[in-house]
């Protein structure tokens, strides 16, 4: 909000609303017209003045004992720890190389810069592999680019790591009872882990500037997110479900009080320190009462749907084609303990996704996603489970679908249904 007073006049006040500004706009030759009318202008330049707060490592109780875990970047290629990055390739596999994606000016002169940060760094190396992928970029949320490998070919013939990912819903189980959260985020955590020697040529990527291959686990491979994942939950597993939750690089620390959490939190920051993983401070939270965390507000209250995702599923236009109802299922899919009846409610639009069906955007298709976008942005605040306690099922089924709500204490913990 902007207030403007012109000399002996009363102020004007302007709202930025994005992409809702109702401030008139007027070219240049209708303003020399008005001008020379008679009529008086004034020209504002609108400064922010507002001092953002940035987050000092030495201004955080406790967290100030660990400036190792909270390096400005990373150090290098990263030391050898309990496992390696593994790439297992089918038997009869043979290389794949792919010619490198043609490229504007701007991302040609961002790869060069890319390029050159992670020789330094000792991230990736000149190759002579017959393995050879394609490089893109892609929009981050600060407008930056982000060089992403594309390993769709390689992947194809990579056999698939089956270590789990766990369930969110069993993560926040144990969340019962906790009032005091941190929230870490790793720097870069695949580029903390190695890949094993003799798969290193099968990361090979290919640009306009040279032949290279990572030495560290790079974005784009199939198996990244369970390496990583078995690699935390070496690192943590004597504190799973007591006070941490980790999933792949984003670590939660849960307490019942400060006192309890001021402990946990130096337990967890000494393990950092101690398998040389780096955090990125920025990115960090400490001492909450709340906190958002894979997509979900968690509180001493309970669990709700994070305000971002909401607005999100607010202003998600009416799909065009399968594909863009397969996104806004897997969005509205992840919060479906949210909403009761998910299933029925959703069944239009599954079937749209059927093979083979001609896509047809019929009124009750528009109806069940209008009633969804509704369900999502008035979603109940869900309890957390107390362990020990009763709980009550309630059911009802038709020749639709089946319906249930797990209740405790008259509060609700999560809906559940099924075609």
């Not at 006040?13 to 240049?28: D, E, G, L, N």
């Not at 330094?120 to 929009?139: M, Q, Y």
């Not at 698939?160 to 941190?182: E, H, M």
């Not at 955090?279 to 968690?298: Q, R, T, Y």
């Amino acid at each position: 909000l902007w207030k403007f007073r012109p000399p002996n006049e009363n102020h004007f006040v302007f709202q930025a609303i994005p992409k809702c500004s109702k401030i008139p706009i007027i070219s240049s030759l209708e303003t020399q017209r008005l001008l020379k009318s008679g009529c008086v202008s004034y020209l504002a330049n609108i400064v922010d003045v507002r001092v953002k707060n940035k987050l000092e490592l030495q201004d955080i109780p406790m967290i100030r004992e660990f400036p190792e875990v909270f390096l400005d970047d990373l150090p290098g290629l990263p030391p050898n720890k309990e496992i390696e990055f593994v790439i297992d390739t089918y038997p009869e596999a043979l290389p794949v190389s792919k010619n490198p994606y043609r490229m504007a000016p701007i991302e040609l002169k961002e790869l060069k810069v890319q390029l050159q940060e992670l020789v330094d760094k000792g991230f990736i190396r000149s190759s002579s592999s017959p393995w050879g992928a394609p490089v893109l970029f892609v929009k981050k949320k600060d407008g930056s680019l982000r060089m992403c490998i594309d390993y769709r070919e390689l992947n194809k013939l990579t056999i698939k790591n089956k270590y789990p990912l766990p369930r969110i819903d069993d993560l926040f189980d144990q969340l019962q009872g906790a009032k005091v959260f941190s929230k870490i985020d790793l720097r870069s955590g695949y580029y903390q882990l190695k890949v094993k020697d003799s798969d290193i040529p099968k990361t090979a990527f290919r640009t306009r500037y040279g032949h290279y291959e990572f030495l560290v686990m790079s974005f784009g491979l199939t198996n990244a997110p369970a390496a990583f994942m078995d690699l935390m939950n070496r690192v943590f597993r004597e504190f799973l479900d007591k006070f941490v939750i980790v999933f792949i690089d984003d670590i939660l620390i849960y307490s019942r009080n400060e006192a309890d959490h001021e402990e946990h939190l130096r337990i967890v920051l000494s393990t950092l320190r101690q398998q040389q993983l780096y955090a990125k401070l920025s990115k960090c939270e400490f001492w909450l009462d709340k906190v958002n965390f894979l997509g979900h507000v968690i509180s001493a209250e309970g669990i709700s749907v994070d305000p971002t995702k909401i607005r999100a599923v607010k202003d998600w236009p009416q799909p065009r084609n399968v594909s863009e109802v397969r996104s806004f299922l897997g969005l509205a899919g992840y919060y479906r303990k949210f909403i009761k009846g998910f299933s029925i409610l959703a069944k239009p639009l599954t079937s749209l996704t059927k093979k083979d069906l001609k896509y047809s955007w019929t009124e009750t298709c528009e109806e069940s996603f209008q009633t969804l976008k509704q369900k999502l942005t008035t979603a109940p605040l869900l309890v957390l489970p107390i362990e020990g306690g009763k709980f009550s099922v309630y059911c009802d089924a038709s020749k639709i679908g089946l319906g249930c709500v797990l209740m405790q204490e008259g509060k609700v913990v999560a809906y559940a249904s099924r075609l």
